[in-house]
């Protein structure tokens, strides 16, 4: 320590140390500017759609129809039923008809009719060719509404004659045709009005 005292005192003005009690001064600390952590916002999913309850679809209610009243013809024991048009019969329905006044058409052949027939009843036999000038001949003569009733029998049984007449007035137009099902020998059966003899 000496010896850098008296080297520090024989050397030049230019060379010479300040010599001080006081500690060198200290560097103050410069606080380093830290990054701001960016704050990270979590992720949320959008919610999932809420699905709809399947209503039933509401529909305005039509306004109602007054219904329409069946036409009525006089001394017509059987009115038209809508959507029949030809309907099948019972053996008392069709005893009620006779009754009744009701026009029956046999659809048998002349042979079986004049061998025995329904009283009054009229010859429409749907296998001969004089079918149509009779159709016109009856239609002539009984001028039936329609909407009017009109009973159709054949042999009764597995015979089709009497639907199948019925088919061909359905074409004419007459919407009201009932077929005796049971036909001529259930007629006979019961002991019912019935005659015999040429076709008029």
């Not at 979590?42 to 129809?65: F, G, T």
């Not at 006779?98 to 002349?110: I, K, N, S, Y």
Request: hydrophobic share 40%; net charge positive.
């Amino acid at each position: 320590m000496l010896c850098a005292l008296i080297s520090n005192g024989i050397a030049r003005p230019a060379r010479r140390l300040a010599l001080t009690s006081a500690p060198p001064p200290t560097a103050k600390a410069i606080p380093l500017a830290v990054p701001a952590t960016p704050q990270i916002q979590p992720v949320i999913p959008p919610a999932p759609p809420v699905p709809k309850p399947d209503l039933p679809e509401i529909r305005k209610p039509r306004p109602q129809e007054a219904p329409k009243p069946n036409p009525v013809v006089p001394g017509n024991a059987f009115p038209l039923r809508p959507g029949q048009p030809i309907r099948e019969i019972s053996s008392r329905e069709a005893a009620e008809a006779f009754q009744a006044g009701v026009p029956f058409l046999d659809a048998r052949r002349t042979a079986e009719f004049e061998l025995g027939r329904v009283r009054g009843a009229w010859s429409l036999p749907m296998w001969e060719s004089t079918l149509e000038e009779r159709l016109i001949e009856f239609e002539a003569k009984v001028n039936r509404p329609p909407e009017a009733a009109l009973v159709l029998y054949c042999g009764g049984g597995s015979c089709e004659d009497s639907h199948l007449l019925a088919s061909r007035l359905f074409q004419l137009g007459y919407r009201n045709l009932l077929i005796y099902r049971d036909g001529y020998p259930e007629w006979v059966a019961q002991g019912r009005p019935s005659t015999k003899g040429q076709v008029r």
